[in-house]
């Protein structure tokens, strides 16, 4: 399955992006409400500065304790995110994020942000590619 599918498949969510300058305390508050786990970082909406993941805020939480809320993401963030391109495959983009630890990737195309795939849904992709295999050659296998 491509990317494409899975964007295709989720709807046309825009990606949730934040400036850089904001405060780790308005971008935790963003990350419940809107109950997801990272934000792009970017001005314009379009060109990519960073990533932010609650992962990101939780460790910071855990090496300065409760005063790093008070920080700008700018400090925290992961810039040059790994990014991903409509065409990459589920399996391209799952290598990707097990190699390199982490659960959202930026999709771009022509150097602008044009959404974003987590982990769940490069997963929940894939079980249905499983399902449909699966289903195709029980219907072979029964002569259907």
């Not at 993941?53 to 460790?59: F, H």
Request: with cysteine; hydrophobic share 40%.
């Amino acid at each position: 399955m491509l990317v494409q599918q899975i964007l295709k498949a989720k709807g046309d969510d825009k990606v949730i992006t934040i400036k850089p300058g904001t405060l780790v305390s308005d971008a935790a508050r963003i990350l419940a409400d809107r109950r997801i786990g990272g934000l792009v970082v970017s001005d314009d909406g379009k060109q990519i500065q960073g990533i932010l993941s609650e992962r990101d805020i939780v460790r910071s939480l855990a090496v300065r304790g409760a005063s790093c809320l008070s920080d700008r993401i700018d400090d925290m963030m992961t810039r040059n995110p790994v990014c991903c391109a409509r065409g990459d495959t589920s399996d391209q983009v799952l290598t990707r994020m097990t190699e390199g630890r982490f659960r959202h990737m930026p999709v771009v195309e022509d150097g602008e942000l044009v959404g974003i795939v987590t982990i769940g849904d490069v997963v929940s992709s894939r079980l249905s590619e499983l399902a449909m295999e699966k289903d195709a050659l029980q219907g072979m296998i029964m002569g259907h």
